[in-house]
């Protein structure tokens, strides 16, 4: 345990020399109003006035009631002394602080250090991580494999009609706005939050024989990177175990193929609200795909934690 260790807020004229001690995607916080708008929590610190650690935290992204750690870096030369430990634990009491219960954090599995990442969280009181989306990208071509030949054909049968967003996107928009509103469907399920990228000719509207909207896969072009993404399957849970998603992702992966040719990259995400689509990209595509990775997520009940080892302080020297 280093005895000389300060953990505080940083300063915005303290904010320059710890931007190498986070993500480029972070350095926002590290810039005002950020820096010191009080939601946020960014801390500092240093041993004998020399930084040597940083951790960043906020409300998290994608839930709310929580905070969420979104960096933590401790100096090469001084790792491994107990610094990440008490980073953590007054990101937690600052989280209390606030009056927030419970502290989140999320990393990607193919993290350079994943693992030391995972043994930080587990050592300061954090549950078993959590794997909650699956991100598996490659050519095309590899995809379309996937499906045996006739699958399609055969969900087809069942019922299955697929339309292209360009026709009735949107109605499809429409239903989306009005399950959202009243708890039909969660908020990650709404086209809506993908607009921008939406390419209308590959994403497909799912319909029963009567032509009622079931369901949406949502396909979003990255053009320059020659990739297209799916980043949103939805069946309604009249529909749903019965492979129509995946058949819309077929039909999607066959299209995409058909104009763009079979180098075209796409990136499929799933979550395990789909275990279907979650078990067929993780066995069958995952050892064919040019990268895959999984978001963990993990989590702890900030009074649970054991308090800070060393006196931290809240505020700066000579913050308001
Ligand atoms: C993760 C990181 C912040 C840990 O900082 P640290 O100051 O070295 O951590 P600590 O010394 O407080 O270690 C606390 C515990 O974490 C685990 N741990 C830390 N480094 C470890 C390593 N290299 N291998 C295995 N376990 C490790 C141990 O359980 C350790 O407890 P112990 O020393 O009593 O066994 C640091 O390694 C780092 O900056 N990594 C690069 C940035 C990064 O990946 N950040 C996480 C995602 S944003």
């Known amino acids: 345990m280093i005895h000389d260790l300060v953990i505080r807020r940083i300063r915005p004229d303290e904010a320059g020399v710890f931007r190498g001690f986070t993500f480029k995607t972070f350095s926002a916080l590290l810039a005002p109003p950020a820096v010191?708008?009080?939601?946020?929590i960014c801390l500092g610190a240093w041993v004998q006035g020399i930084p040597v650690g940083l951790a960043l935290a906020g409300p998290a992204l994608l839930a709310l009631g929580r905070y969420q750690l979104y960096s933590i870096m401790v100096a090469p030369a001084w790792r491994r002394r107990g610094i990440g430990r008490e980073l953590v634990r007054a990101v937690a009491a600052e989280t209390g602080r606030r009056g927030v219960a419970t502290l989140a954090t999320e990393w990607s599995d193919r993290l350079p250090g994943a693992h030391t990442f995972a043994a930080l969280l587990a050592g300061t009181g954090f549950g078993a991580p959590q794997a909650t989306l699956l991100r598996v990208s490659g050519p095309v071509a590899a995809a379309?494999?996937?499906?045996?030949?006739?699958?399609?054909?055969?969900?087809?049968?069942d019922g299955l009609r697929l339309r292209s967003?360009?026709?009735i996107g949107p109605a499809a928009q429409a239903l989306a706005d009005t399950l959202e509103r009243t708890g039909g469907i969660p908020p990650w399920a709404n086209p809506v939050s993908q607009w921008q990228e939406l390419a209308p000719d590959l994403s497909l509207v799912l319909t029963d024989t009567e032509g009622?909207?079931?369901?949406?896969?949502?396909?979003?072009a990255q053009r320059a990177l020659?990739?297209?993404?799916f980043p949103i399957g939805w069946v309604s849970p009249a529909?749903?175990?019965r492979g129509w998603l995946l058949a819309g992702v077929a039909e999607a992966a066959r299209l995409l193929m058909e104009r763009y040719?079979?180098?075209?990259?796409?990136a499929l995400e799933t979550s395990p609200h789909t275990p279907a689509m979650w078990q067929i990209?993780?066995?069958?595509f995952t050892p064919v795909a040019q990268w895959s990775d999984r978001l963990l997520t993990a989590s702890v009940t900030v009074d649970t934690m054991q308090p800070a080892a060393m006196e931290t302080t809240a505020a700066a020297p000579g913050s308001p």
């Open 212 to 220: 009622k909207i079931q369901g949406w896969i949502i396909c979003t």
């Open 144 to 157: 379309e494999r996937l499906f045996r030949p006739g699958f399609v054909d055969r969900i087809r049968a």
């Open 226 to 229: 020659n990739r297209w993404v």
């Open 239 to 241: 529909y749903a175990k």
């Open 261 to 266: 040719g079979p180098d075209a990259r796409v």
């Open 165 to 167: 967003w360009q026709d």
């Open 281 to 284: 990209l993780e066995r069958q």
């Open 36 to 40: 010191h708008a009080p939601e946020q």
